[in-house]
């Protein structure tokens, strides 16, 4: 065990800034892109890259059992897509579950349209506020935490923040929320590594992914009663 | 022998449980929802601290510390009248709640919400009281959701407003640390003074922070938002009671006072000059609640135990005013399929004559006017403000005028003839005769507290003053 210990601590250690480069591609993407699908596997990834950057200050089993309340998060919030569609489905929307039907889909929208105003009005928002975030490392630097620690903190953050101004979807606002609560996360385990904090941040997590998931099923179960009426 | 204060923390929970069982026999859930409430309020209350009592044959002991997961819960006489604040209020909202809307989420959810926030009272450090709070804010969410509408945009905003507070919350207890090792760095003193006037501003949803206040009246579960308006936000009222009391630097810190009366009085001001051109009766009773927020407030900030006495009377009688508005509200709605908007309000008074009655009291209470509950608070608020700040006193005179011109405004409509199809006065059929008494009873009883309170503040003020006494940080 100390080997595989001491292994997954060269491997952090090279891996914090290529971590902090897929926090950005997730967040970004998470931002800018309406695919349910896309955006949940963003999440995850996220999780998995948020988790190993903490592995720099936090033990491994801790860092992995946030990794795993986020995936469980994910979990819920595809079994409430999936059930949102199928309450969809049900009022007659045709919906093709396979993924090569998705994508081709995907793929024919976008040859079609183009990018969206709304994509492309996110993307340079999301833009925005990463420069920020970049500039903000250096001028206001957060004592005790490393500096691509920082980064990843304020893009966690503000692009979260970005998103829950952007979106009115209950789970596009609760990736938001979750994002925010990531980032902060990333930043305070350094000051507090308390288990029972830990505890309590997740359960904050998951209670807000339940409400938002509550919201969702709401959601799809009342446009599908506006459009039997 | 039981340890008193794990009753309030379990014992709600596993009631949760239970009513959510019960949720299909809606009388039932009810009953024991504010039966239990009820019960637990007057528990604390009256049982002695540190004294085991003798309670069907098992030895209950109250007061003193206990330790769970290795963190220490303190039950202190403070919020011994805190934690007795909440369950009771919580008990009158559910009466309300079992005739307006009896098979609501709100009597499991809560229970949940009692039990995390009591958590919050009793908890040390502060930091896991901010995190019990938040996860009660969050579950929050449940209950504010209507059943047969949209998305609850007013709960989104609610939880995001909370969730960007928490990390200030959390900050402070560190800043302050280091505070207290390195007192010559004042800079971490400023730091942890702006983070807690952010924090408490986003979740007492002060001007600019207080979109989610109408939002949530509007298009959330009435009573369910008047619990979150009085029962969350007194838990948040005490939480920075809290704050101030375990960082006494930071109630003395030199803008602490002018920067709460400040924000108390744009408050009001704010919430006073919407209000009055509210038509839609939710958005009312959301600019109504604000401007009450902010009266407690600008009596925080004058500081002194006087100050502090005024403020906690102001949120010892808020539930009154907020409840009566929030089941007139429900009761209102529940008559009118075209929501709360003006032309589906017409005439609607003779159809529904109680809820038009609590929504009048309530508003009434709400702004302050005289022989209501809200004046008891307002009127001694008034008398303390005026020898040293008359123009405050007026401002908030004015402002409070705001609310009862919206309050008017809204009785005028529902007292109007309606334009199209008549309507009728309210037949209720013989199954409905005892409902309609029932309801009659619960709206009458609480009128009653409101109008009593109103005559005779003196059934309060010596809690908010004994209150008041308790808590040292502002001196004498």
Redesign the interface.
């Known amino acids: 065990m100390p080997l595989l210990n001491d292994l997954l601590a060269r491997i952090v250690s090279f891996a914090a800034m290529p971590a902090v480069v897929g926090v950005f591609v997730t967040a970004g993407l998470l931002v800018v892109s309406r695919d349910w699908r896309l955006n949940l596997l963003a999440l995850a990834v996220q999780y998995f890259f948020v988790a190993l950057l903490m592995t720099q200050v936090i033990r491994l089993e801790v860092a992995a059992v946030k990794a795993l309340i986020g995936w469980l998060i994910c979990l819920a919030f595809y079994l409430t897509e999936q059930q949102a569609k199928s309450l969809t489905r049900a009022s007659g929307e045709r919906s093709d579950l396979s993924f090569q039907g998705w994508f081709e889909a995907r793929l024919d929208g976008w040859r079609r349209e183009g990018i969206s105003v709304r994509a492309a009005f996110g993307f340079m928002a999301a833009v925005v506020v990463s420069v920020a975030a970049y500039a903000a490392v250096s001028a206001v630097p957060i004592s005790q935490v490393p500096e691509e620690f920082a980064l990843a903190c304020y893009l966690l953050i503000g692009l979260g923040i970005l998103l829950l101004g952007l979106s009115q979807d209950p789970l596009r606002v609760g990736v938001g929320m979750l994002m925010f609560l990531s980032g902060f996360d990333l930043f305070y385990v350094v000051l507090e590594p308390s288990l029972v904090v830990t505890g309590l941040l997740g359960s904050i997590s998951f209670v807000i992914a339940l409400g938002m998931a509550y919201l969702k099923t709401i959601q799809a179960a009342t446009s599908d009663e506006e459009t039997a009426t | 022998m039981i340890a008193g204060l794990l009753l309030f923390l379990v014992l709600p929970l596993a009631l949760a449980g239970v009513v959510y069982a019960l949720r299909r026999w809606a009388t039932l859930s009810a009953v024991l929802s504010v039966g239990t409430a009820l019960a637990l309020g007057i528990a604390i209350f009256v049982l002695p601290l540190g004294r085991t009592v003798d309670l069907w044959g098992r030895e209950i002991v109250m007061g003193g510390t206990i330790s769970l ?3 220490e819960l303190v039950l202190e006489e403070v919020d011994r009248i805190a934690i007795a604040f909440l369950y009771l209020t919580a008990a009158g909202i559910f009466a309300l709640a079992w005739q307006v809307s009896p098979r609501t989420m709100l009597f499991p959810v809560g229970f949940s919400l009692l039990s995390l926030l009591s958590g919050s009272l009793l908890i040390r450090p502060l ?2 009281a901010s ?2 709070v ?2 009660a804010i ?2 929050s ?2 209950a504010l ?1 209507p ?7 007013g ?2 905003q609610y ?2 407003f909370s ?2 507070a ?2 200030g919350l ?2 402070i207890h ?1 800043l302050m640390e280091r505070y207290a090792l390195t007192p010559d760095n004042t800079t971490l003193l400023d730091a942890s003074a702006v983070l807690l006037t952010l924090s408490f501003a986003l979740l007492l949803g002060s001007v600019p922070f207080h979109a989610w206040m109408p939002a949530v009246a509007s298009d959330s579960e009435p009573l369910a938002s008047a619990f979150v308006f009085t029962v969350n936000n007194g838990a948040i009222w005490f939480l920075l009671l809290a704050f101030l009391e375990t960082y006494p630097d930071l109630s003395s810190y030199s803008s602490f006072s002018p920067l709460v009366s400040s924000a108390g009085l744009v408050m009001v001001i704010v919430g006073g000059l919407l209000a009055a051109s509210q038509r839609n009766l939710g958005r009312l009773m959301g600019y109504g609640s604000l401007a009450d927020s902010g009266v407690a407030l600008v009596a925080l900030g004058m500081g002194g135990e006087q100050g502090l006495a005024l403020a906690l009377l102001a949120l010892l009688v808020r539930p009154l005013g907020v409840a009566l508005m929030a089941a007139g509200l429900k009761r209102l709605r529940a008559q009118c399929p075209g929501g709360d908007e003006p032309d589906a309000l017409r005439g609607l008074a003779r159809k529904a004559p109680w809820g038009t009655l609590a929504f009048l009291i309530g508003g009434l209470s709400t702004a302050g006017l005289p022989v209501s509950a809200g004046f008891a608070a307002r009127w001694a608020l008034y008398r303390a403000l005026a020898p040293s700040d008359l123009s405050s006193a007026l401002v908030m005179m004015f402002a409070s005028a705001g609310v009862i011109i919206g309050v008017w405004r809204a009785l005028s409509t529902l007292l109007s003839r309606p334009e199209s199809s008549p309507v009728g006065t309210s037949e209720p059929g013989r199954d409905g005769l005892l409902q309609w008494w029932l309801l009659a009873g619960v709206v009458v009883l609480v009128v009653a507290g409101c109008v009593g309170i109103g005559l005779f503040p003196q059934l309060i003020t010596p809690t908010a003053v004994r209150l008041a006494s308790l808590y040292s940080f502002l001196g004498p």
């Open positions: 997961l290795g963190r930091i896991y995190l019990l938040e996860v969050a579950l969410i449940f959701q059943e047969d509408r949209g998305p609850t945009r709960g989104l939880l995001s969730l960007l928490l990390p959390l900050v560190w």
